[in-house]
């Protein structure tokens, strides 16, 4: 069974950072890819930023040069590095694993950013 548990989200004022973390088990974390998702209040679910097995990444528009994903595959683990945040990255950012027919979620951790 597999299990996703985010870490790392709070409040933070515009302009600063953040790093969330996802820590998986169930699955062999190497070859699946990984992603990032927030969903703020009234919208729908957006990629924020994903990794594949081979360490690819790609990002939403609204987040290149702020955000950064890496992976750890000895810590099963997925980092989502925030920088720069604005008021509008506040939402619920959802961990995500994906390979053949497994399709995985967190159950998120809430970034608000705000003065």
């Known amino acids: 069974q597999v299990q996703l548990v985010e870490s790392g989200g709070g409040l933070v004022q515009p302009g600063g950072s953040l790093r969330l973390s996802c820590a998986a088990s169930?699955?062999?974390?190497?070859?699946?890819?990984m992603g990032w998702y927030r969903q703020a209040p009234g919208k729908q679910r957006e990629l924020v930023a994903r990794?594949?097995?081979?360490?690819?990444?790609d990002y939403a528009d609204s987040v290149k040069g702020r955000f950064t994903i890496s992976r750890d595959n000895a810590k099963n683990t997925v980092y989502l590095q925030m920088n720069s945040l604005k008021p509008e990255d506040t939402a619920v950012y959802y961990c995500?694993?994906?390979?053949?027919?497994?399709?995985?979620w967190g159950q998120g951790t809430l970034v608000t950013v705000s003065s």
């Open positions: 995500n694993s994906r390979r053949g027919a497994v399709d995985a």
């Open positions: 169930g699955i062999i974390f190497s070859m699946y890819a």
């Open positions: 990794i594949t097995s081979g360490g690819s990444t």
